[in-house]
């Protein structure tokens, strides 16, 4: 019986130091805050800071302004995502593929991705959003929402793209030679093969790309839309004040949080599986 | 205020002056400051004076406020002189927006870039007295739909745009009402690329800014209108914009107050500003 005891000791250890890592996290954390409790309050000019930053009643006052500017950065979103993931990994297929007649596309492809990389994309935005409704469209096809929206897609089409290209170059050779060794055509191995695989692999990259892109979207507002960005922007010039954007800011953590940790949660699934197993 | 007339006498003098870089010494002789600026100023001795970065005309003349030449320079360099600080004595600094109005200390005694006087705004910053009253202004291509609109019921259908954070947004959505939402952009250089895109159909601006803009900035922009102050429109009030309840507040709002009631201002505003209020009028009824 002398295993179960040693088991059993053993448990109890774990335990005991589980507890103690878990005090000590309580008391840095409860020193951390009393810090900032009170010490800040205590600084000289902190009770302008608060009027400026933290002003209950600006607060409630711009919230539900907010959040209807909000929808729009929603629907900007949820209409450009698909375009991205479409548009991201036509560019990693057309730049993986080995056909020698293909060659020009391939280096479409990477001049594409080189250059909406290395491009800011508030330059991408105004480029877009201004430059291509002045070669003469009328309404509604010269709207800044449509020409902002291609140029994100533009923009984070190229991200994608890479991000796809690593997963499929991530899929081990071994796989496209078994799959070619049963009969598959070289695209039927990319369809059935490789990008299932691929794509799974990525996943949590792409949800990186997807917080990134929540937040980019408020550059749409250079071209003139009304977003929750923007919208704070006019009321904190409205009454000289800055808790319009403390107030936005809490309406993005309240999407970005939830994203990150589904991307954890994502990341951490995709370990055990692929690993086998919980190394700490 | 029995200083009164002796310090619009030492502004007007200053002005005269101005233009050869003389010292016209203030009430201690030596061009920093007089006795109400002793020891409120951020450098003793030397007035430190913000504008935009960058500054536009007519406001200022060239991006260069150290010329005195423009609107807003002009009034700068007369205060200062009223103030008792020579010309050598003041300093420049530019800001934007909103580092003028943020909670942490000030890098200027005041700061002046058509900043509206408003309620609101005074909760976080002090205001002087006004030195310009001005209306908003419609501009647009000489073809736009606007163009000889005689009231505000004949601008609804169209779409406009404005600068973020100014009151002439607040002017759009609270007295025009447009049926459609208007576009809001950083600068006038953006609204002025949306024009041309034919994103929005008009812009508003105040006066004397619509006149230049559509004179300079925009290529066959006209001002189409402007909008007298009437019932429930306000004048758009241009204050000198200061760090809360600075103490300089009062010495600058006595010698503005020589300055309107000597004709300083009336001058200055008739140099730089003449040209840029005539334009037709758009009832608001």
Known sequence: ?280 | MTRRPLLAALAATSLALAACGGDDGGASGDGTGNDCTAGKTLTDGTLTIATGNPAYEPWVAGDAPESGEGFEAAVAYAVAGALGFSDANVAWVRTGFDEAIQPGAKNFDFNLQQYSITDERKQTVSFSAPYYTSNQAVVGFADSPAVGAGSVADLRGLKFGAQSGTTSLAFITDVIKPDAEPFVYDDNAAAKAALEAKQIDAIVVDLPTAFYIAAVEIEGGTVIGQFPASEGVDADQFGLLFDLDNPLVECVDDVLASLRDDGTLATIEQEWLADKTNAPVISVD
């Open chain 1, 1 to 280: 019986m002398t295993g179960g005891a040693r088991a059993r000791e053993r448990l109890d250890h774990e335990r005991r130091a589980r507890r103690r890592s878990a005090a000590v996290a309580t008391a840095s954390t409860a020193a951390v805050l009393a810090a900032v409790v009170l010490v800040v309050p205590r600084l000289p000019r902190w009770a302008r800071v608060r009027a400026s930053f933290f002003d209950g009643e600006r607060f409630a006052d711009s919230l539900p302004r907010l959040l209807s500017a909000f929808l729009l950065d929603v629907r900007i979103f949820l209409w450009c995502t698909p375009v991205i993931f479409g548009l991201g990994l036509l560019v990693a297929v057309a730049r993986g593929s080995r056909a020698p007649a293909l060659f020009p596309l391939r280096a479409l492809v990477v001049a594409y991705v080189d250059v909406m990389r290395g491009v800011p994309v508030i330059l991408s935005i105004y480029l877009v959003g201004f430059g291509v409704p002045g070669l003469g469209l009328e309404r509604p096809w010269n709207s800044p929402l449509l020409w902002g929206s291609v140029a994100l897609c533009l923009t984070y089409g190229a991200y994608v793209g890479e991000v796809f290209r690593a997963g499929i170059e991530g899929v081990h050779e071994g796989q496209r030679a078994a799959a070619r060794s049963l009969g598959l055509s070289s695209g039927q191995t990319m369809r059935f093969v490789v990008l299932p695989q691929a794509v799974r692999r990525v996943v949590p990259a792409l949800m990186n790309d997807l917080v990134s892109l929540q937040k980019d979207v408020a550059l749409v507002s250079l071209i003139g839309p009304i977003e929750i960005l923007r919208q704070a922007g006019i009321d904190k010039s409205k009454f000289a004040n800055f808790t319009p954007y403390v107030a936005a800011a809490a309406i993005f953590l309240c999407v970005t949080i939830p994203l990150t940790r589904l991307t954890d949660w994502l990341l951490a699934r995709e370990r055990r599986r692929t690993t086998g197993t919980a190394v700490r």
